[in-house]
Nanobody, 123 residues
Framework: QVQLVESGGGLVPVGDSLRLSCAYS????????MGWFRQAPGKQREFVGA????????SYADNVKGRFSVSRDNAKNTVYLQMHYLRSEDTAVYYC????????????????WGQGTQVTVSS
């Protein structure tokens, strides 16, 4: 069974940086895209960023573009979300997921999800 485990969340001040990790285990999928999503209380889960299997291409939501970056280390089966210039609006539970099919920025395109890690940005 596929397992995704996020880590690295915490409480940080506005303007700081934080790196989240997502460790992957289980069957390996071909043509896989890994995505990051976040969900704040009372809000819908929203797309943050994604990366292709080979790490060549990335995609980001407009409100994080230029501040966040997705990378991966396939030797470690780990995907990262590096966050800079954090804002209070970035406070949310962050999830990683593996894409099945569909649009990369849609939650419905992803089959497997991690348990999430909490990021809280103080103001």
């Amino acid at each position: 069974q596929v397992q995704l485990v996020e880590s690295g969340g915490g409480l940080v001040p506005v303007g700081d940086s934080l790196r989240l990790s997502c460790a992957y285990s289980g069957p390996t999928f071909s043509s896989e895209v890994m995505g990051w999503f976040r969900q704040a209380p009372g809000k819908q889960r929203e797309f943050v960023g994604a990366i292709t299997r080979d790490g060549r291409y990335t995609s980001y939501a407009d409100n994080v573009k230029g501040r966040f970056s997705v990378s991966r280390d396939n030797a470690k089966n780990t995907v990262y979300l590096q966050m800079h210039y954090l804002r209070s609006e970035d406070t949310a539970v962050y999830y990683c997921a593996v894409k099945r099919e569909g649009y990369t920025n849609q939650t419905s395109a992803y089959t497997y999800w991690g348990q999430g890690t909490q990021v809280t940005v103080s103001s």
